[in-house]
């Protein structure tokens, strides 16, 4: 019987190697069939949906084996479901590049480091502008590919504020005073308000926060800052006198927001740059739009006529289907393409997020949609001014406390009261 | 042996190996055939009945989506803002919209349970105020969404909610998918009058994941609406058109929720449910081969019936090798028996039967042996009686002649001689007939020889001269008795006819191991081929005993064995030479081969 085990077992484990070489190699062919499909996920079809459907159609003219297809969703949704696929490991259903919003960057990033293409060694970084470079990184790797900077600008209807009797000098150099002062009259004129409010969105509390060089949170990142903010307080208290005047009209949501300015019933927009493609998605109001640097803060020191909204960037998901080729797209088209942000400029009136933006051959351009201004010029410049503000990780969370708390302020009028809830609120919330 | 093709072809072995390999290729077919087909059977019953379960469970979950959905819809109803908001705007200023616009948020966030959280709602006001959940824009007029489908069948039913396909929505994000729309018109109780209607989009892979798992690339499952129409299903070319398909118009007369039914070559388990809350019926097919083919993997299966085959063959093989090994052993041994070999028993070793037979074929071959044995010593011992009986045989003519020649003798009163005559008479009758003794030693026989001889010498006169050449060392040598005198005596009647005088000479000595005796005369001698019939014939003439040169070869044969005998070498008038061969033995010796 000895003998005989000596024939078998060799015998079976023979056989089961090859049964299960069998097995492997049909995975194998599997695999190499897979085409080259790169999917993006991103949002508002003006602006980062038309650059991203731009930037494909571009890179597939030399890359015949790569398709790339463009999904428009909501900025909360791409969110929302990254988050809950990455922490289901559900890696099938997602798509390969994502945009992702500056302020809530740092949060995803803390939650799923490993699940990025580090780009750090494939993008030359030193040309991005250093705020922007310093949102893509963690633990010294950078993971996103800067887009737009988000610098914020008053856009203006020139022919509205004429029928007030405002010109064009009128607005420059602008106070909130001011621009109070100009709303009440435009309304009583004209019956149109200056600009939106949304109860559900507060980009203006933020705009007017980082002009002052301040946010929700300290420069650590993870202590609430409401209760001794005065950027804050001045904010909110700038918001009040907008709603009680009608300068600032109450809307709900983005459609409505967008559709306001679109169908003229207002009379100026406070916001990051990439609002001008949907200013000029609107073609009849050509040449009636103006740009200026938005109104200061008089009573703050550090006040400055420049701030930031919004303003995003590109990030490579590492476990998606074509991680490798979509990393080599975004680094080819928006890592290092000059000459086609040159093409955004002109088509969808980025403002790119460089260090130089002289380089590009549209900055002096004049647009017409503004009555000839040099609007990319204008932006840039203003770029440079922005204060540097640590936005933390728990932007959006902070602002859904503060946008009940000031509800609050509107009916007993108890800002201090109402700030030290927040505060209260906002502590737990960021605690880490 | 013959080694080749059709002997192997033959074999025990051959034979076993093809039957085995019919029985498991037999067995592995019926077993397979028997074993697909029954659980091909079951699985179909189970796999139905399981699939079922989760279909269930689809229902259920569509039934508790439709319950939430109903949840937000009554909320936006029943919330006060949103009554204001899109009925008394007029009345209310901005701070109050303002506050108006973020309780309609909240009321909403109420309302919608968890796994609704990014779910699109636009809520259009017949005032001509929106409400959108989402960040961002509506791509349509109004016009273009009061005319849409959706809204016109919540407009003429306002009482239940719709679930409509529509090819791209109203929102930017929705504007080229597919989806399935839920409209209701939200009217006043007492005047039923309508003041907005609700549209939730849901786009195909929102709903998907209220199915998802039941879907595989053999399952899928199809939504349709009261026109017959698909409203969303995972097979996306069939979505929005009109249900043609076979199994459909069965499934619409059965009464039964689940069925198995043939469909264009393939085997479909059907599976319906009335989704009366939805207005919609919910069918689920699951292509039941496709699903079993990827339950079975029929080349891993055939591998592993091979790979078992052609184990249990080796194992056989081993086996019936060893079991029919002390077979093939036997028969070697057996054919051996037919060239004459008795000794090769077999060992006794195997398996019982096998054992049996080595031990009855040793028996057999004991048996044979013993026979045989017995048969030889018959034998000689019948050929010893013969030899003796013929060499009692004293020819009478040789008696009459001998006693008429000493009557001459007398008659010539030659008493000496004829005393001498009488003398070697008496000794050869004595030592011929009365001696028992086969063996003698030579000296014995010369002396016979010599008084052979004289007789003949006093009968026919000396013309032929006969001597005696013996080595010392040989006189006590043993031989059978009378192996010579039938040379001489034919040495003296053939060699010198009429009178013709000559020589014999009687040569013994030891050659090695052997005596080797020639008797040679040179007398008229004869061809060679006459001398070897000599040898064989027998001839009637005067012999002294019945003892002739042609028996003496049988006896020395008999004897002696193969390797001795007499040779005869002749030329014709030169003479003839006689050679014996012989074994040396000695009157000790002797004392052994009696016993033996």
């Known amino acids: 019987m000895k003998g005989m085990n000596r024939v078998i077992f060799p015998v079976l484990l023979f056989g089961m190697l090859i049964i299960a070489g069998c097995g492997k190699m049909e995975k194998q062919e599997e695999k190499a069939r897979d085409m080259q499909e790169i999917v993006i996920w991103t949002w508002d079809e003006t602006f980062n949906v038309k650059a991203a459907e731009m930037a494909a159609a571009e890179y597939q003219k030399e890359h015949g084996d790569v398709r790339i297809i463009v999904e428009t969703k909501e900025r909360e949704e791409i969110l929302a479901d990254t988050k809950n696929m990455l922490s289901a490991k559900l890696y099938e259903n997602l798509p390969d590049i994502i945009m992702i919003e500056d302020y809530d960057v740092q949060e995803v990033l803390s939650l799923y480091e490993d699940e990025f293409v580090d780009l750090t060694k494939q993008v030359d970084y030193s040309k991005f502008a250093d705020y922007k470079n310093q949102l893509c990184q963690r633990n010294g790797h950078m993971y996103g590919i800067p887009f737009d900077s988000g610098t914020a600008a008053l856009f203006y209807r020139i022919d509205i504020l004429k029928q007030a009797g405002y010109t064009e000098e009128d607005m420059q150099d602008l106070t909130w005073d001011k621009y109070i002062e100009i ?27 980082q002009s002052c060089g301040s946010w929700y949170v300290k420069g650590d990142g993870c202590t609430a800052d409401i209760v001794g903010n005065k950027a804050l307080q001045q904010s909110l208290m700038i918001y009040e006198q907008l709603l009680a005047n009608n300068i600032g009209i109450s809307v709900n949501g983005w459609n409505e927001f967008i559709s306001a300015f679109q169908n003229g019933e207002v009379a100026t927009v406070l916001s990051g740059g990439w609002i001008i493609s949907s200013i000029k998605a609107n073609g009849e109001q050509a040449g009636l739009w103006r740009v200026a640097p938005i109104p200061v803060v008089e009573e703050n020191q550090n006040a400055v006529a420049a701030s930031n909204v919004g303003g995003s960037a590109w990030y490579v998901l590492e476990h998606s289907a074509n991680s490798r080729a979509a990393a080599e797209f975004v680094v080819e088209m928006f890592g290092e393409n000059d000459s086609f942000t040159d093409s955004l400029i002109s088509e969808i009136g980025i403002v790119p997020a460089v260090k130089n933006p002289t380089v590009f051959e549209n900055y002096e351009a004049q647009d017409a949609f503004f009555g000839g201004q040099q609007v990319t010029k204008l932006l840039t410049g203003l770029a440079d001014e922005i204060p540097t503000v640590n936005y933390g990780s728990k932007t959006y969370e902070i602002e859904d406390i503060l946008e009940e708390e000031f509800q609050n302020v509107l009916v007993d009028g108890k800002m201090e009261q109402c700030l030290q809830r927040a505060q209260m609120k906002a502590e737990a919330v960021v605690r880490e | 042996m013959k080694k080749n093709f059709k002997y192997y072809g033959n074999s025990f072995l051959a034979r076993i190996t093809l039957m085995v390999m019919l029985g498991i290729g037999l067995i592995a077919v019926t077993v397979s055939v028997v074993v697909l087909v029954m659980s091909r059977n079951a699985f179909t019953e189970t796999y139905g009945t399981s699939q079922e379960k989760v279909f269930e469970q689809i229902e259920k979950e569509l039934n508790d989506f439709h319950g939430n959905l109903q949840d937000v819809i009554s909320a936006i109803d029943s919330s006060w803002a949103f009554r204001l908001y899109l009925n008394g705007d007029d009345e209310l200023d901005n701070v109050m919209t303002f506050q108006n616009i973020y309780q309609m948020e909240k009321d909403l966030e109420q309302s919608k349970s968890s796994d609704m959280e990014r779910l699109n709602i636009l809520v259009l006001g ?84 209220y199915y998802d798992y039941f879907i595989s690339d053999y399952t899928s499952l199809y939504l349709v609406g009261k026109d017959d129409r698909v409203i969303c299903s995972d097979n996306k070319g069939l979505i929005g058109s009109v249900m043609e398909e076979p199994w459909y118009g069965q499934a619409q007369k059965t009464e039964q929720t689940r069925f198995v039914t043939k469909n264009g070559g393939k085997n479909l388990t059907i599976m319906k449910r009335e989704l009366t809350y939805l207005g919609c019926s919910l069918y689920g097919v699951v292509d039941n081969n496709l699903a079993l083919e990827n339950l079975y993997d029929m080349p891993l299966l055939i591998v592993i019936c091979a790979f078992i085959g052609v184990l249990i063959l080796v194992i056989c093989l081993i086996f019936t090798r060893q079991t029919t090994k002390p077979l093939s052993k ?53 050929r010893k009686s013969e030899i003796k009986a013929l060499q009692m045989q004293i020819n009478p003519h040789y008696i009459y002649n001998t006693l008429a020649s000493i009557k001459w003798l007398v008659y010539q ?34 002396e016979n020889l010599q008084n052979y001889i004289l007789i003949n010498h006093t009968r026919y006169g000396e013309a032929v001269k006969v001597e005696f050449y013996v080595s010392q060392s040989c006189h006590d040598c043993l031989i059978p008795k009378l192996i010579l005198q039938p040379f001489i005596e034919n040495a003296f009647f053939h060699a010198f006819p009429s009178g013709r005088g000559g020589s014999i000479q009687i040569l013994m000595k030891q050659r090695g191991e052997d005596l080797e005796i020639r008797i040679i005369d040179d007398g008229i001698g004869m061809n060679q081929s006459k001398a070897e019939q000599v040898v064989k014939q027998e001839t009637k003439k005067e012999h002294f005993s019945g003892i002739g040169i042609h028996n003496v070869q049988d006896r020395l044969r008999l004897l002696y064995g193969g390797n001795y005998g007499i040779r005869i070498e002749s030329v014709e008038q030169e003479g003839t030479t006689v050679v014996v061969t012989l074994p040396v033995r000695r009157r000790t010796e002797d004392k052994n081969e009696g016993n033996e």
């Open chain 2, 413 to 446: 009163n030659n008493s000496e001689k004829t005393i001498q005559m009488i003398d070697a008479f008496i000794s050869l009758l004595r030592n011929t007939i009365s001696n028992a003794d086969e063996f003698i030693t030579i000296s014995q026989e010369i």
């Open chain 2, 330 to 382: 036997l028969v070697f041994k057996m054919s051996m028996i037919r060239e004459g070999n008795f000794n090769e028993y077999m060992p006794v070793e195997g398996t019982i039967e096998v054992k049996e037979l080595a031990a009855t074929y040793n028996y057999m071959l004991d048996d044979i042996r013993n026979y045989i044995a017995e048969l030889l010593e018959t034998q000689k011992e019948q």
């Open chain 1, 183 to 209: 709303g009440k009259n435009v309304y009583d004129k004209t019956g149109i308000p200056m600009l939106t409010l949304d109860p559900t969105d507060f980009p203006l509390v933020r705009l007017i926060m």
């Open chain 2, 126 to 209: 017949t005032g001509g105020k929106h409400y959108l959940s989402r960040t961002e824009t509506i791509s349509a007029s109004d016009e273009e969404i009061m005319d849409s489908e959706a809204v016109k069948t919540a407009l003429m039913e306002p009482e239940i909610m719709h679930y409509t396909f529509s090819h791209g929505a109203y929102t930017a994000t929705a504007k080229d998918a597919d989806v399935v729309i839920v409209s209701k018109a939200l009217y006043f109780q007492e005047s039923r009058e309508v003041y907005a209607v609700v549209l939730v989009t849901l786009t195909m892979d929102d709903m998907r994941k």
